[in-house]
Every structure is written in structure tokens, then in C-alpha cells.
């Protein structure tokens, strides 16, 4: 029986990337913006317009923040398309494939331009 | 051959504990994306100059704002520690002839999640 | 203690029932022992298959009490006072009562070349002798080899349940038992049907094939393997095409 090589190991592998950054990063910069500015808890207000502009304009970490991003939706996209097929979407698989991977792709791109454009 | 196929319930998810906390892991992800959309409209914010900035700054401290950031944390939290808990058991590495222990992958893995958090806060709010 | 049993006569019966027995509660009887109780002493018309009784021979697989498991490998004592039900496993048609058809399991594990596969010229005849191998290698996938195909991760696995067209746990295991064996030299034979799109990609990650194996052959890991190992093998087919010897 002989079927051809998937794709699928692209959008796998995205989704490995994926899965792994937002488990390292995620979680500590949900807790800044969720918990330690909220209630006031750094010092020396590091969050001003002036430090926190110049930090995000510089390359490095626009990369960093858009592969960040742009892997969480690959990750996102893949786990979600697949649940779906799961409960009983099974049929229209290509279909949910399009739109989740696509979706990935035009949110990649505007992660992109709004990281660009800082 | 009159062999009889059982129907298969779309809701088989809620049949066992394991599958729902299988169903759990598997909406995380959304949980991910909606926040790295925030992440984005936070930058988006920060391009658009000061007043934008502090707006959304501002905004954080609402209880709204704070009560999605606790269930967001909870559901990311939930994806990273099934993430770390299963990676070990994929990367099955050799070192000659002795496989590198679970346990020490594992440990290596959360040692590292540690200190991209720390560096990460420091980065963010000390550097 | 009452068994709730899956009953399907196909010449009789147009849909499913269920059918209750009382059977002694014995403090070390297994639910096969039960089982065997009603065929000898209550109702000779109930079908099922069993072998060894001792959990080797992968044939008593049944659902009971929604779980997969092997009836010689359940006790009785963990479910009284409680009722047992007791099906025939999940994701396969069935042919009468707990019979199931295991037609498309035994036809995935031939798809899957379970046997050492050497390069042109570099088989040994007879006279050559034995490929050699360490007990370090053999380390390597002697986890894999524990399969005793009783099937109870097919049915555990909500993916099979839902496409039959998925290989499933115990066929993906069985290739990365030969894949992982330095005697072999088959995996871009194999590579292939798992890299399809019924091999690895359809698996979730649910993760229940490994927790209702018997023998801890943990499929659910050698699919993981095997999704790493396709991802490699696919990225190196597509930037590096040149190279493949066959």
C-alpha cells in the first residue's frame, strides 16, 4: 500500500515550535501584564512610554516577539483544526485546514507589519 | 459479512476523565493565540505614541482585564506543564550506549522554564 | 455478582442488546473466568475469544465497564458489589456477541513490513550467519517488541474510533520496533505509511493507547518518535532531493 509523504510534517513541526515557545515565554509575561503591573508591583516605573519604546524597536526584539507570536498561531491553528476533526468535523478536514493554516498565515503577516511598524 | 458498526457519539471526549482533561489541553492553544493577539495589540498600541500606549496600559488594571489574565494564565500554565511532562518522552536521546533518563530531560526542561521566566521579568521590568 | 453482556446474533438480531447474568463472586476470579462460568453453566450461545488466561496471548480484549482491558486481566473483587458491563472493544465492527472483525488491525500490521529489511546486497545468507547484535541495541526497541496485539489500544484510541483509515498505535509501534532495530535497514521502506496521512498525523496525542497497554509497549511515544523522525525525513526529502540511494 503505498501513499505519498504529507505535507503534514510542516504544520507539525510549526506547531512543535510552537507549543514549545509559549510554554517557556507565555507564562511569564502573562503574569507581568496580568498580575505585576495591575497591582503596582515593580519599581522604578519600568513600563514608561520612553524605555519600553525604545526596547521594542530594537530588531532583536521584534524577531524574538514575532516568532513568539507567529508560532503560538501555527500552534494554535494545528491543535484547534485537529480538535475539531475530532468531535466530528472530520469531513470537511481540507476545508479546516485552509482556514485554520491561512488564518496562521494572515496573522503571521499583520504580527509582522504591526511589529515593523513600532 | 453482516457485521454490526457501533455508532460513534461526537461527545466521546465526555466519557472518560482522561479524555476531558485531554479536550482541556487541547483548548489551551486557543488561550496561546488569544494572547499573543493582545501581545500584538499592545505593540500596535506602542506604535501609535504615548496616549495609545497608556491607554492600554491603563486598561490592564481593570478587573475585566485582570480576571481574563488569571484564567489565560491558568490555561497556559495547564499547556506548559503537559508540554514539559510529555517532551521527555519523545526526545529519547543516547548517550553511547546509555539512554539519557527521563528525569533529567524533564529537569532539564523545567530548569529552562525557570530561568526564561526570570529572564524574561528582568528583562521586562529591571533591565 | 451480575454481568451486563453484549449480545449480537446477526441471523436474529437486527440491532445490539444487552443480556444480565448473576454469576458466583470468587475472590480470584477474573471477568474470563466469569465469562466462562455463563458459557459453561448459564447460556453456551455466548461467543468470545480467549486463549492463555494469563494475559500473554492478546485474544480476551473486551471493553469493561467502558475501559478496555483484557478480561483474564481484570478481577472481580475490583468491581463487587458493582455491576460489570461488558462489550466487545471499541472501533471495530462485530461479528456475533464480544466477536469483533480484526480484519483491518491484521492488515495494517502486514502494511507495515514487520520484518528485518536489508539493503540490496547487503542481506547474509545462511552460511554468512547471524547479524550480530548488542544488548545495548537491542535496548533500543525491545519496548516495542512487547505487543501482544490484543488491540486494546485501537480501542481505546477515539481517532480509530472516528476513521478507520488511521494506522493506529500498535501498527506504528510495530514499525518503529523495526525501525529502531540496527539489524533492520528498512525505514525509508516503511517511511512511507507512517509519513502518510493516515500514519502519524492523524494521532492526537491523546494519549489512552498507553494507558490501557498491558504490556507498557507505550505506543503512544513511538508515535511521537515517529512524527519527529517524519518531520526530518520529510524536510530532508524536500532541501536535500539529491542523495537517495535505494
Redesign the interface.
Known sequence: MKTKKSPKAIWWSLFAGGGMAAALALPALIIITGIIIPFGLEANEPMNFDRIHAAASHWLIKAIFFLLIALSFFHCANRFRYTLADVGLRSVGGLLSFLFYGGAIVGSVIAAVVLWGV | MSAYRRPVSNMWWLKRRSYIWFMIRELTSIFTAGYCIFLLVVFYKLSQGPEAYAGIIAALKSPVSVVLHIITFAFVFYHAITWFELTPKILVIYRGEERIPAGLIAATFYGGWVVVSLFIVWLVLLA | MTLEIFR?R?ESDS??TFQTYEVPFKEEWVVLDAINHIKDEIDGTLSYRWSCRMGVCGSCGMMIN??PKLSCAAFLRDYYPGKIRVEPL?GF???RDLV??MDDFMAKLT?MQPYIIRKEGEEKTLEDGEYLQ?P?EL??FKQYSMCINCMLCYAAC??Y???NAFIGPAAIALGQRYNLDSRDQGKDSR???L?????V?EC?????CS?VCPKDV?P??AI??A??T??I???K?VLIPWGKKK
Do not use: C, M
Not at chain 3, 492526537?204 to 489512552?208: D, L, Q
Open positions: 449480537y446477526p440491532e445490539p467502558g475501559v471499541n465492527p462485530v461479528l469483533f472483525e502494511d548488542t545495548a535496548a533500543h477515539p481517532i474510533a472516528i476513521d517511511q512511507e505509511l509519513g502518510s496521512k493516515e500514519g498525523w492526537t496525542f491523546v494519549g489512552e494507558r507505550d503512544a511515544a511521537q518518535r512524527k519527529v517524519s518531520t525525513e520529510f524536510f526529502d
